[in-house]
């Protein structure tokens, strides 16, 4: 660590600002009358508490694999959930909490793995734990570039309407007909396998259903009287747009772009098993399903690199599902189920 702690940050920005942005709506959202009432009635649901758990463990642990530095006798860069969780490979497979190696002559684990280990010996719950990272740089990153989009065009079309209305709405028509898989793939392709090509081109394809929406929730806005009233005064039209309508579009934006994180997350495994995911040497949770989905015909099967990598996935999405069902209740008293 004689390099210094952070010394690769830049690099790791997007888990840090994802949850340093979540932290501020929380801070925030607790002086504000409304969104204090929708915390309250949030907290009341024990299932959206354990949800907001679950993704709270899970920015954690992808904080604690965004702080990395280099020592002095090492040119690859260790993180702390490296320093922590980092197991001494095996000569191959071994059993969840197994002794010994699965292979024609056994040998004995050079240390204790919880989930065992994969074909080539690594520690399965130290890649279920790298895949948090990855997760949330594509889920995050790809949010930050969508949201904007569609802020913009929906806004505009909404409130001035006519011409630029009817632009908008055709453009976003013909490039929502094209599938988006395969949009994906091609923009992948074009701009090189990586992280950040993939976090461009899942972002610059998913902005259009968010976009639709905040067109809609402007055109109901800008013929309210407060629209109206400012208008009449001279305020500005950036003021009215920034002032008046978009803290009313926020509960609906918040509750989408949760949805649409999870569904961001779901399309890494997707274009992991098409062969054009994230690398190799980054922790994925497409990539150990890949790998490992194979491994089930072996006989006897080995299942867990499969199972944990998916159960990780399952439960990531699942708790932001959870999450934005309870937001809607919460934040629409008309949808409260309580």
């Not at 604690?64 to 197991?87: C, E, H, M, P, Y």
């Not at 011409?163 to 490039?175: E, I, K, R, S």
């Not at 008046?244 to 918040?254: D, E, R, S, V």
Request: aromatic share 10%.
């Amino acid at each position: 660590m004689s390099n210094g702690l952070l010394q690769n940050l830049e690099s790791n920005a997007i888990p840090l600002l994802v949850v340093a942005l979540l932290v501020w709506i929380f801070l925030r959202s607790r002086t504000q009358a409304l969104w204090a009432e929708a915390y309250r009635r949030l907290r009341r649901n024990k299932l959206a508490m354990a949800a907001v758990v679950l993704l709270t463990f899970a920015g954690t642990v992808a904080l604690l694999d965004s702080l990395s530095w280099k020592s002095t006798n090492s040119a690859q860069s260790r993180t702390v959930l490296d320093q922590i969780f980092g197991r001494a490979d095996e000569r191959t497979y071994s059993a969840p909490m197994g002794s010994q190696t699965q292979e024609l002559n056994p040998r004995r684990v050079a240390s204790i793995h919880l989930l065992g280990t994969d074909s080539v010996g690594k520690d399965v719950l130290y890649q279920v734990l790298k895949g948090f990272r990855t997760a949330f740089i594509i889920g995050g990153f790809a949010c930050l570039i969508a949201v904007p989009i569609a802020l913009f065009f929906g806004m505009a079309a909404g409130f001035f309407g006519g011409f630029l209305d009817d632009v908008v709405q055709f453009f976003y028509t013909v490039f929502g007909s094209i599938p988006d898989i395969l949009l994906i793939i091609a923009l992948v392709l074009m701009l090189g396998k990586n992280l950040l090509s993939i976090c461009f081109a899942l972002g610059f394809t998913s902005w259009i259903p968010l976009c639709r929406l905040i067109r809609g929730e402007t055109l109901k806005h800008r013929d309210r009287e407060y629209v109206r009233a400012a208008k009449a005064l001279g305020v500005a039209t950036p003021r009215i747009l920034a002032k008046h309508i978009l803290p009313n579009l926020l509960p609906a934006i918040i509750i989408s772009v949760t949805l649409l994180f999870s569904q961001l997350v779901l399309y890494e495994s997707i274009l992991a098993y098409l062969g054009v995911g994230v690398g190799s040497d980054t922790g994925s949770w497409g990539n150990m399903i890949d790998a490992a989905r194979d491994e089930l015909t072996r006989d006897p099967a080995v299942w867990w690199p499969l199972v944990s990598a998916a159960s990780a996935l399952l439960v990531l999405v699942l708790s932001l599902n959870i999450l934005a069902d309870a937001l809607r209740d919460a934040i629409d008293p008309r949808l409260r189920t309580e």
